[in-house]
């Protein structure tokens, strides 16, 4: 809801103050087993009970089908609600009003200003950014060097954050409230001392638009290779990251027939195909392709072409995109993959090869239906019974998501011929809807303790979800960001959130990052807990995860100035560095 959208501190609150277990048990009965409770679970059918309740993440989990979440996301499934209206059920409940929404009546006139408000105020900071980009010869030359057009930079908007801290603050000071540039996501606020500060800074800035061209957000790139390198605009009245697709308004208005839409993964493709003159690509926003994203793509065109590197992660990118896209799939619309060659990405592809080859590539192009199978096949062995069985148990998790359509007959029949396995058999509706008929293990801790361990990083972020308290113990942990190491942007983004706000809990942790690439190694991690309350345990166990992440870090950097001491040799100041990092090895 564009307008529906309420403080991010209330909904913080609203989950601190609910208990999952008590909207849980008031439509599902459920029975405490340990420290959890279980219930059969109210969204598959089953009669050994796999939904489980985690009173202390205020986390629910069903290991039959998979539902899980938190009170939000419970009513949401159980009653059909959409968020906002899960919001005013469950703030209803403990009798807390519902702040800049009427129940159920549509926004205000006075939220239909506020909204017009930053509209007006991100379209004057996109022309004030675009205004700086003229007088920044070092974005200028960025630009130049990844050999984009005038023509292109002024159809895209693209702009220039310049270097300080307060130019967004100075500039629209008199036109705009502190407040307005706080909600717009311009202007970030300290909780702990209310300092405010601009977001952008030394940035190229790419406006994002939603549908009827208004500017809703803004994507920043550094000029080098700092991390992080890209920053979205956060969640606020005006956008939403799950809803809105970059450069989805500009292929509507530069293509005379658009009859087909291709995904990548980041603004420089988009704005590089557009030059070369593939104007209908479009990018998510650091988010998974949702089902917003394909009711708004399916509406435009009947075809869909998900772009990605061919390497491993775009792979996996690509395996989301499907399991996503599933339960969207309908007769007359249809969804392809094409993969790159390995180091190529559609920026550096189509300058090498063209439009003409590029589009032509589209003919190579996976179904959906041959992609899932593709994948399937690559994990288990169908030449074997047990490998069929549990090629056609993973099949059916996915299938029971997918609705009845011509394209899933044809996947069924496919199926069938590849594992001689009869369509009647594979029809039957226990075989698709995988009921589990062994009971399932119930305690987070028996079930991923294991996989939670094999690294320190998911190891210490399973620690702060259990108890964010936790967080006191860490000091100085900006070494974990720049150490590179695979999730320390998860870790070290989740010791900031819980620092700003520290009253808050694991199921609020969870909606913050609802629909983004966060979600979903959190909800995993969210699984497990550990075996014990005790603070002075959890407290150790963390610290010794930071030691083991900071000693490997340190290793890291020992190894690339060991290499770069044997090629070009270290100057002084690295020397020193080298010398002090030896030194505090063990």
């Known amino acids: 809801m564009a307008f529906g959208r309420v403080p991010r501190e209330f909904i913080d609150d609203l989950l601190v103050r609910a208990d999952v277990v008590e909207v849980i048990n008031a439509r599902v009965p459920l029975k405490k087993k340990g420290r959890e409770y279980t219930a059969c679970c109210p969204f598959h059918n089953e009669k050994t009970p796999s939904f489980t309740v985690s009173p202390s993440k205020q986390f629910y989990h069903c290991f ?17 609600l959409d968020f906002i209206e899960a919001i005013e059920s469950l703030a209803d409940s403990l009798g807390i009003p519902v702040p800049r929404e009427q129940s159920g009546k549509g926004p205000s006139q006075a939220q239909l200003q506020r909204a017009k408000n930053l509209f007006t105020l991100l379209e004057d900071a996109n022309k004030y950014y675009q205004l700086q980009l003229k007088s920044a010869p070092n974005a200028i030359e960025y630009l ?155 509406r435009a065109v009947p075809e869909v072409i998900f772009c990605f590197d061919g390497d491993r992660a775009g792979r996996e990118a690509a395996w989301r995109a499907l399991e996503n896209a599933i339960p969207m799939t309908q007769d007359g619309k249809e969804i392809r993959f094409l993969f790159l060659p390995d180091g190529e990405d559609p920026d550096t592809q189509i300058r090498k090869i063209g439009k003409d080859a590029f589009e032509a590539a589209y003919d190579q192009a996976t179904s959906l239906t041959a992609y899932f199978i593709e994948k399937l096949n690559e994990r288990f062995n169908i030449t074997s019974d047990e490998g069929k069985a549990r090629f056609l148990g993973e099949a059916s998790k996915h299938l029971k998501n997918m609705p009845d359509t011509l394209i899933k007959d044809q996947l069924l029949a496919r199926l069938a011929k590849l594992t001689n396995v009869g369509i009647k058999t594979l029809s039957r509706r226990d075989l698709i809807n995988n009921e589990k008929r062994s009971e399932p293990s119930l305690s987070f801790s028996r ?13 210490a972020v399973s620690l702060l979800l259990s108890d964010p308290t936790l967080v006191k113990y860490i000091d100085n942990f900006e070494q974990i960001a ?81 290499h770069k001491a044997r090629t070009t040799g270290l100057n002084d100041q690295e020397t020193e560095e080298y010398a002090f990092l030896l030194r505090n090895r063990d």
């Not at 290779?225 to 530069?254: C, M, Q, W």
């Not at 079930?447 to 190891?459: A, C, D, F, K, M």
């Open 482 to 562: 720049l150490s590179e190491l695979p999730g320390s942007d998860l870790l070290t983004t989740l010791i900031e959130t819980i620092q700003e706000s520290p009253q808050i809990n694991a199921a609020a942790l969870l909606e913050r990052w609802r629909n983004t690439e966060f979600e979903a190694p959190l909800i995993h991690l969210m699984k497990w807990q550990p075996e014990t309350d005790d603070e002075d345990v959890l407290r150790c166990e963390l610290q010794d995860c930071l030691r083991q992440i900071r000693k490997r870090a340190n290793e890291i950097k020992i190894e690339e100035m060991i």
């Open 64 to 80: 039959g089908c998979g539902v899980h979440g938190s009170a939000l996301s419970f009513l949401m499934e159980y009653e059909h």
């Open 144 to 298: 130049n060097n990844r050999e984009l057009s005038q023509k292109i930079i002024q159809r895209f908007n693209i702009g220039y954050a310049p270097v300080g801290w307060d130019n967004i603050l100075k500039t629209f000071s008199n036109s705009y409230s502190e407040q307005q540039l706080i909600d717009s996501g311009l202007v970030i606020q300290k909780e702990e001392n209310n300092k405010k500060y601009d977001r952008y800074r030394d940035r190229i800035m790419f406006p994002i638009r939603n549908r009827k061209g208004q500017v809703v957000g803004f994507g920043g790139r550094v000029l080098g290779d700092e991390k992080p390198k890209y920053i979205n605009s956060p969640e606020t009245t005006v956008f939403h990251k799950g809803s809105e697709l970059y450069g989805f308004y500009e292929a509507r208005l530069n293509t005379q027939k658009l009859d087909r839409i291709i995904v990548v993964e980041g603004y420089m493709d988009v704005i590089a195909l557009a030059q070369f003159g593939v104007s209908y690509a479009v990018a998510t926003l650091g988010t998974a392709t949702t089902s917003d994203h394909l009711k708004q793509l399916f």
């Open 447 to 459: 079930l991923s303790n294991r996989e939670v361990r094999q690294t320190p990083i998911r190891y």
